[in-house]
C-alpha cells in the first residue's frame, strides 16, 4: 500500500528522484551496506516503489559499490522481480493443475473483464496489474488468486467480485 510520507511527483503517482535516491539509501543501510543481502535490497526497494525502475537499480548499485551489471542481473534472474512499473494493487490469479482443473481460466478471465487489464498489464493509472502465474503452490485452495499478498481461495466469480469491490468501490 502507498505510504502516504512519501514525496510523489506531479501526477502524485510516482516517487521524485530524490526521494528514490533517499530510498535506496535507507534500504541499503538496514542492510549495513553489505553486498550478500543484494536480493533482500531489492525485495525491500520494490515493496517500497513497486517497480525497480533503471534508476533504482543504478543508485543500488553506486551504493552497494557493485557493477550495475551485477544489480541488474539478480534483478532479471528472479521472475518476483518487476522492471516495469506495477499497479498499487497486485492481482495474482494461479494457473497450476489443481486452479486450473477447478475453474482457474474462467477466474483469470473474469478478473481481467473486472479490472480492464490483461494478464501481464497494468492498468494506465497504475492502480492494478493482474498476473497470472503457474502455480503458487497451494492447491487445495484451488482456484487461488493472491490480491495484495493475500491469499483468497476456492475463488468464484462471485467472492472475486466482493474481493475487487473492496478494490475499485462499488460498480454502478
Known sequence: MAQKSRKTGPSGKAPLADDVDAVVRGVVEKYGGEKRAIIQILQDLQERLRWLAPETLEAAAKKLDVPP???????????????EPRGRHLCTVCMGTACHVRGGTAILEHFE?????RAGETSPNREYTLERVNCLGACALAPLAVVDGRYHGQMTETKANQLLEILTGPSE
Request: proline share 0%; no cysteine.
Open 113 to 117: 473483464r473486472k479490472l480492464g487489464v
Open 69 to 83: 551489471a551485477h544489480v541488474y542481473s539478480v534483478a532479471t534472474f528472479y521472475k518476483s522481480f518487476s522492471l
